[in-house]
T-cell receptor, first 109, second 115 residues
Framework: TQLLEQSPQFLSIQEGENLTVYCNSS?????LQWYRQEPGEGPVLLVT???GGEVKKLKRLTFQFGDARKDSSLHITAAQPGDTGLYLC?????????WGAGTKLIIKP | DAGVIQSPRHEVTEMGQEVTLRCKPI?????LFWYRQTMMRGLELLIY????????DSGMPEDRFSAKMPNASFSTLKIQPSEPRDSAVYFC?????????????FGEGSRLTVL
C-alpha cells in the first residue's frame, strides 16, 4: 500500500518568511497533486507534477518533484496571510487519489 | 459555471436519526467521490462512482452508510441510524476521469454533528 507522509504537520510563521513543506512516498508514483484547503471550504488544486525533477511555479509557490518520483516539496516565498490553509498532497492511483494528512499552515500578520 | 453543489452545509441531529447528504456534480464530469474529513483521520474516501455506477465502496464504514447516484447530476449519501462518531465534514467531489483520476473539484462540504 502506498502511503504519503507530509511534514511538518503544523507550521506557524510570520508574514514575509519563507517555508518549505514536504510530501514523501514509500513508492514511486506517476503523478502527484498539491491542493490547498481553506477553512470551511473543500480542497482546491494548485498544481500537478508528473515528470521526475520537474519544477513548477505558481506566483510565490514553487513545487518540485523529486528525481526518483518518490517525493515532492512546496516552497513558499515571502508568505502572506492569504497563504494560510491546509496543504494536501495526493498521488494518483488508478481511479482514486491517495491523500497525505496535510500540513496546516498559519501565516501571522 | 457552477461548481459541485452540496446540501445541507450544516446538519445537527440526534443519535439514531437518519441523515441524507446531497450532491450535484459538475455537468459533464463522469466520476463522483464521497469523502469524510476529520481532524484525526484526515480525508477518507467513502465511495467512488464512475458513470453513475458504484466502483469502489470499500471505504464505507459499515451498513449504516449507503450511497446512490440515480443519474449523472445527483448523488446522495445516507446514514441510518446516525451515531456521534459519524460527526465530520462530508465532501463530494467530481472529476473527468481519463487515464488517471484527474483534477478533483470539491464541494464546500456538509458539516454533520450527531449529538
Amino acid at each position: 500500500t502506498q502511503l504519503l507522509e507530509q511534514s511538518p504537520q503544523f507550521l506557524s510563521i510570520q508574514e514575509g518568511e519563507n517555508l518549505t513543506v514536504y510530501c514523501n512516498s514509500s513508492s514511486v508514483f506517476s503523478s502527484l497533486q498539491w491542493y490547498r484547503q481553506e477553512p470551511g471550504e473543500g480542497p482546491v488544486l494548485l498544481v500537478t507534477v508528473v515528470t521526475g525533477g520537474e519544477v513548477k511555479k505558481l506566483k510565490r509557490l514553487t513545487f518540485q518533484f523529486g528525481d526518483a518520483r518518490k517525493d515532492s516539496s512546496l516552497h513558499i516565498t515571502a508568505a502572506q496571510p492569504g497563504d494560510t490553509g491546509l496543504y494536501l498532497c495526493a498521488l494518483d492511483s488508478n481511479y482514486q487519489l491517495i491523500w497525505g494528512a496535510g500540513t496546516k499552515l498559519i501565516i501571522k500578520p | 459555471d457552477a461548481g459541485v453543489i452540496q446540501s445541507p452545509r450544516h446538519e445537527v441531529t440526534e443519535m439514531g436519526q437518519e441523515v441524507t447528504l446531497r450532491c450535484k456534480p459538475i455537468s459533464g464530469h463522469n466520476s463522483l467521490f464521497w469523502y469524510r474529513q476529520t481532524m484525526m483521520r484526515g480525508l477518507e474516501l467513502l465511495i467512488y462512482f464512475n458513470n453513475n455506477v458504484p466502483i469502489d465502496d470499500s471505504g464505507m464504514p459499515e451498513d449504516r452508510f449507503s450511497a446512490k447516484m440515480p443519474n449523472a447530476s445527483f448523488s446522495t449519501l445516507k446514514i441510518q441510524p446516525s451515531e456521534p462518531r459519524d460527526s465530520a465534514v462530508y465532501f463530494c467531489a467530481s472529476s473527468i476521469a481519463g487515464a488517471g483520476t484527474g483534477e478533483l473539484f470539491f464541494g464546500e462540504g456538509s458539516r454533520l454533528t450527531v449529538l
